[in-house]
């Protein structure tokens, strides 16, 4: 065990820094008339097990915030003092006056916010279970409606009592959810809805000062441009991607960012600049470190780099090189990615129906629905599909290969 492992995961969890929490706990013993002099380095010191047992008033704030007691987020319980017995003596009535107020105002000090870490967690379980959802299925209505729900609650709690870090987490919460709303009717090819819930989360990641849902936000914004054929606003979405701060500190962002503008790059034509991105996008994923990031970025690694050098091959009318990508995107993407695998898979049939394969192509898109395992297909999915379908008519009219493959699966995506 390295440090307060206990904490980190309490930290992790409610999905807060470590300089958001000093500032949560300062927050609260300031509300009491306290002084705040909790500084991030003091939260590093907790993390890391150099400090196992806080000062008494930061104990107090910290048993607080998070809503549960000093041992069950990692520290070393208060030493036990054997009480001393002292002869009775008789009562001094200024001592006993003065012990009648503290008793009388301490539930007053010892109020807790009203709206904390405990609330905040259980949002971002609701966020986190819906990200994994969409991971595995897709998107689609019911997981929208509830991510907007869930982004409704996050709201709502702004009306109780609360520090300003734990407001701005909440507003963080519901940009991230509005932005998985968002990302799900994008999937779904809802277009119209997609890009309202993305003006919103825009709105509410600025409100919440998170650099993260920001890039999440614009990323999305350059999918969007995608598929509505809007190359351009595509490629300054990706671009505005690349400039937020988390961008510019984190190299995992940096290579989404990077990875986003080669899309943009091989929808305008652009084949130099699409393999200039995705060379940088290797460069920055080669030096990701290890780090507590949103369940959203989970996707992401060596995997959907490839998966993404596929598409931007099959932009720029490179099958072969496309079909390769596709290979290795496969061979690396975790099983539990079924859509992403299923959309690789997709691809991958193109790649193979536009060398002339018109039977391995057809193999491929039968496994779409085997990986699919009996989900309805997401509408970008279906839109592949429908790619498909309809270049492998154009190529193979006639033969057996075609006929049987639109036969057999007709009633499966139409």
């Given at each position: 065990?390295?440090?307060?492992?206990?904490?980190?995961?309490?930290?992790?969890?409610?999905?807060?820094?470590?300089?958001?929490?000093?500032?949560?706990?300062?927050?609260?013993?300031?509300?009491?008339?306290?002084?705040?002099?909790?500084?991030?380095?003091?939260?590093?010191?907790?993390?890391?097990?150099?400090?196992?047992?806080?000062?008494?008033?930061?104990?107090?704030?910290?048993?607080?915030?998070?809503?549960?007691?000093?041992?069950?987020?990692?520290?070393?319980?208060?030493?036990?003092?054997?009480?001393?017995?002292?002869?009775?003596?008789?009562?001094?009535?200024?001592?006993?006056?003065?012990?009648?107020?503290?008793?009388?105002?301490?539930?007053?000090?010892?109020?807790?916010?009203?709206v904390g870490f405990p609330e905040v967690?259980?949002?971002?379980?609701?966020?986190?279970?819906?990200?994994?959802?969409?991971?595995?299925?897709?998107?689609?209505?019911?997981?929208?409606?509830?991510?907007?729900?869930?982004?409704?609650?996050?709201?709502?709690?702004?009306?109780?009592?609360a520090t300003q870090a734990i407001r701005?987490?909440?507003?963080?919460?519901?940009?991230?959810?509005?932005?998985?709303?968002?990302?799900?009717?994008?999937?779904?090819?809802?277009?119209?809805?997609?890009?309202?819930?993305?003006?919103?989360?825009?709105?509410?990641?600025?409100?919440?000062?998170?650099?993260?849902?920001?890039?999440?936000?614009?990323?999305?914004?350059?999918?969007?441009?995608?598929?509505?054929?809007?190359?351009?606003?595509?490629?300054?979405?990706?671009?505005?991607?690349?400039?937020?701060?988390?961008?510019?500190?984190?190299?995992?962002?940096?290579?989404?960012?990077?990875?986003?503008?080669?899309?943009?790059?091989?929808?305008?034509?652009?084949?130099?600049?699409?393999?200039?991105?995705?060379?940088?996008?290797?460069?920055?994923?080669?030096?990701?470190?290890?780090?507590?990031?949103?369940?959203?970025?989970?996707?992401?690694?060596?995997?959907?780099?490839?998966?993404?050098?596929?598409?931007?091959?099959?932009?720029?009318?490179?099958?072969?090189?496309?079909?390769?990508?596709?290979?290795?995107?496969?061979?690396?993407?975790?099983?539990?990615?079924?859509?992403?695998?299923?959309?690789?898979?997709?691809?991958?049939?193109?790649?193979?129906?536009?060398?002339?394969?018109?039977?391995?192509?057809?193999?491929?898109?039968?496994?779409?629905?085997?990986?699919?395992?009996?989900?309805?297909?997401?509408?970008?999915?279906?839109?592949?599909?429908?790619?498909?379908?309809?270049?492998?008519?154009?190529?193979?009219?006639?033969?057996?290969?075609?006929?049987?493959?639109?036969?057999?699966?007709?009633?499966?995506?139409?």
């Amino acid at each position: 065990m390295t440090g307060n492992e206990l904490l980190q995961r309490k930290i992790a969890q409610a999905g807060f820094t470590q300089a958001e929490l000093a500032e949560a706990l300062n927050d609260w013993l300031r509300a009491r008339g306290e002084e705040g002099t909790v500084s991030d380095r003091v939260v590093r010191y907790w993390v890391t097990g150099k400090i196992r047992r806080p000062w008494k008033r930061t104990r107090l704030a910290l048993e607080a915030v998070f809503g549960c007691s000093l041992e069950e987020l990692g520290f070393e319980p208060p030493a036990q003092t054997s009480p001393v017995r002292t002869t009775e003596q008789p009562v001094n009535r200024r001592s006993f006056l003065n012990g009648t107020t503290a008793v009388a105002a301490s539930p007053l000090l010892g109020a807790t916010p009203t709206v904390g870490f405990p609330e905040v967690s259980a949002i971002r379980r609701k966020l986190d279970a819906l990200n994994a959802l969409d991971q595995e299925q897709g998107g689609h209505d019911q997981l929208e409606r509830a991510a907007l729900s869930a982004a409704s609650e996050a709201l709502g709690l702004q009306q109780g009592t609360a520090t300003q870090a734990i407001r701005r987490r909440l507003f963080s919460l519901a940009a991230d959810l509005t932005a998985t709303a968002a990302w799900t009717a994008l999937d779904a090819r809802a277009f119209a809805r997609a890009r309202k819930h993305l003006d919103s989360a825009l709105v509410l990641a600025g409100m919440a000062q998170d650099s993260v849902t920001e890039l999440r936000v614009w990323k999305t914004l350059a999918m969007l441009g995608f598929n509505t054929h809007r190359y351009a606003d595509s490629l300054a979405a990706a671009q505005a991607a690349q400039r937020t701060g988390v961008a510019r500190r984190d190299p995992m962002y940096a290579a989404l960012g990077h990875t986003q503008a080669a899309v943009g790059h091989a929808a305008l034509g652009d084949r130099q600049s699409t393999l200039r991105s995705i060379g940088y996008a290797e460069e920055a994923l080669g030096k990701v470190t290890h780090a507590h990031r949103p369940t959203w970025v989970s996707f992401f690694g060596p995997g959907e780099l490839y998966s993404v050098v596929a598409s931007t091959q099959q932009d720029l009318f490179r099958p072969a090189e496309a079909e390769a990508a596709s290979y290795r995107a496969l061979a690396v993407l975790p099983d539990q990615f079924r859509r992403n695998r299923a959309s690789v898979t997709a691809r991958l049939a193109i790649s193979l129906l536009h060398q002339g394969e018109a039977e391995q192509g057809c193999a491929k898109a039968e496994e779409v629905f085997e990986l699919m395992d009996g989900h309805p297909l997401p509408g970008r999915l279906r839109s592949l599909i429908g790619d498909f379908h309809r270049d492998l008519l154009t190529r193979a009219p006639d033969s057996r290969t075609a006929i049987e493959w639109a036969d057999r699966f007709r009633t499966e995506w139409i």
